[in-house]
T-cell receptor, first 111, second 115 residues
Framework: QKEVEQNSGPLSVPEGAIASLNCTYS??????FFWYRQYSGKSPELIMS????GDKEDGRFTAQLNKASQYVSLLIRDSQPSDSATYLC???????????FGTGTRLTVIP | NAGVMQNPRHLVRRRGQEARLRCSPM?????VYWYRQLPEEGLKFMVY????????ESGMPKERFSAEFPKEGPSILRIQQVVRGDSAAYFC?????????????FGNGTRLTVT
């Protein structure tokens, strides 16, 4: 079982719609959760972090964490073509010194 | 405030040569991480260093790969006797502290091609 799993997509949504990206993780001891955005050929860029159960909103982005179900999600409201990228879910296990990344979900926002 | 700086951006080596990848962390960051990304795959952890110390190298291949973060200068990831399977994007990341809540800030990566 992979540490972090994501649907690779591609996920296509029309401009203005809500994009929903999901991620599950295997270690119940995981402490911190991050979403990174990676444009093709570029470096991962941190867009959200979440540490406790519930929702965390930042602009058009909302991260949701459910530790009991071991999933974390990212909602992008009012999707824009510039949101088209690969979104990487990353998890820091308790006691670990590094982040475990999923393989990413490729999002395409259609104008 | 400059971000994480990696060089070179692109590196081409023939099989058997050595590859040296450099990383300067963000100002004020003393923790450096190296990750490798193969096409269509996620980022794979390689090594975590603080100044002059390797903290966790559990993701490093046992042979040919080494990393250092000297007291002065950038962190270096060294790959000796490169093989085609080493072709990948190598990303360096830094954080101000270790531990669970420190998000990583990534450099632009070095794309290594082994011919």
């Amino acid at each position: 079982q992979k540490e972090v799993e994501q649907n690779s997509g591609p996920l296509s949504v029309p401009e203005g719609a809500i994009a929903s990206l999901n991620c599950t993780y295997s270690d119940r001891g995981s402490q911190s959760f991050f979403w990174y955005r990676q444009y093709s050929g570029k470096s991962p860029e941190l867009i959200m972090s979440i540490y406790s159960n519930g929702d965390k909103e930042d602009g058009r982005f909302t991260a949701q964490l459910n530790k009991a179900s071991q999933y974390v999600s990212l909602l992008i409201r009012d999707s824009q073509p510039s949101d088209s990228a690969t979104y990487l879910c990353a998890v820091n296990r308790g006691g670990a010194n590094n982040l475990f990344f999923g393989t990413g979900t490729r999002l395409t926002v259609i104008p | 405030n400059a971000g994480v700086m990696q060089n070179p951006r692109h590196l081409v080596r023939r099989r058997g040569q050595e590859a040296r990848l450099r990383c300067s962390p963000m100002k004020g960051h003393s923790h450096v991480y190296w990750y490798r990304q193969l096409p269509e795959e996620g980022l794979k952890f390689m090594v975590y260093l603080q100044k002059e110390n390797i903290i966790d190298e559990s993701g490093m291949p046992k042979e040919r790969f080494s990393a250092e973060f000297p007291k002065e200068g950038p962190s270096i990831l060294r790959i000796q006797q490169v093989v085609r399977g080493d072709s990948a994007a190598y990303f360096c990341a830094s954080s101000p502290g270790g531990g669970y809540n420190s998000p990583l800030h990534f450099g632009n990566g070095t794309r290594l091609t082994v011919t």
